[in-house]
T-cell receptor
Framework: NAGVTQTPKFRVLKTGQSMTLLCAQDMNHEYMYWYRQDPGMGLRLIHYSVGEGTTAKGEVPDGYNVSRLKKQNFLLGLESAAPSQTSVYFC???????????FGQGTRLTVV | GESVGLHLPTLSVQEGDNSIINCAYSNSASDYFIWYKQESGKGPQFIIDIRSNMDKRQGQRVTVLLNKTVKHLSLQIAATQPGDSAVYFCAENAGTYKYIFGTGTRLKVLA
């Protein structure tokens, strides 16, 4: 049972480049989330999804887009990367909004 | 290495002693709380949770205490082991999709 799997684990981008982070979960969870984690700050929610085909903005959505075409996958896209998007990104999933979330191992993204 | 924990408060505990990690939460309407453990280079891992109709909950070597009057949460780890070294943070939920995460405390276990 893999849980939540994120790819890639590390990536370096040049300013202006685009990329997609993939999150896959095998627990049949309805809810999926993308967070970023920066030094001295708690996890901040970028976007989330309450089910297949749905997405919604979190607290820091600017510069990111997401898609949830399949229940098990949640993709995070950066259309034009900026140095301010250098961060560690975590995907999480949960059965409902009132249950604990399972996190992936994270993607360390550096934008130069 | 892991850069997330550079600016975190640190609790140093002797191996075998008990650890107490504190968290002040922000929303008086929050009614569900979780403690997570995050080891260097890894994602947060669920430790224990508690709902607001309880003031104490025990797990294996861990106890969470909730004081709603002062909006305070604590995590107690009994007989702290080297493998407990990590960043610990709390999360609160007020009945929506949104969790509010604390910034965390780094626990260092001294041999």
């Amino acid at each position: 049972n893999a849980g939540v799997t994120q790819t890639p684990k590390f990536r370096v981008l040049k300013t202006g480049q685009s990329m997609t982070l993939l999150c896959a979960q095998d627990m049949n969870h309805e809810y999926m989330y993308w967070y970023r984690q920066d030094p001295g700050m708690g996890l901040r929610l970028i976007h989330y999804s309450v089910g297949e085909g749905t997405t919604a903005k979190g607290e820091v959505p600017d510069g990111y887009n997401v898609s949830r075409l399949k229940k098990q996958n949640f993709l995070l896209g950066l259309e034009s990367a900026a140095p301010s998007q250098t961060s560690v990104y975590f995907c999480a999933s949960s059965y409902s909004s009132r249950e604990d979330a399972f996190f992936g191992q994270g993607t360390r993204l550096t934008v130069v | 290495g892991e850069s997330v924990g550079l600016h975190l408060p640190t609790l140093s505990v002797q191996e075998g002693d008990n650890s107490i990690i504190n968290c002040a939460y922000s929303n008086s309407a929050s009614d569900y709380f979780i403690w997570y453990k995050q080891e260097s280079g890894k994602g947060p891992q669920f430790i224990i949770d508690i709902r607001s109709n309880m003031d104490k909950r025990q797990g294996q070597r861990v106890t969470v205490l909730l004081n709603k009057t002062v909006k305070h949460l604590s995590l107690q780890i009994a007989a702290t082991q080297p493998g407990d070294s990590a960043v610990y943070f709390c999360a609160e939920n007020a009945g929506t999709y949104k969790y509010i995460f604390g910034t965390g405390t780094r626990l260092k276990v001294l041999a």
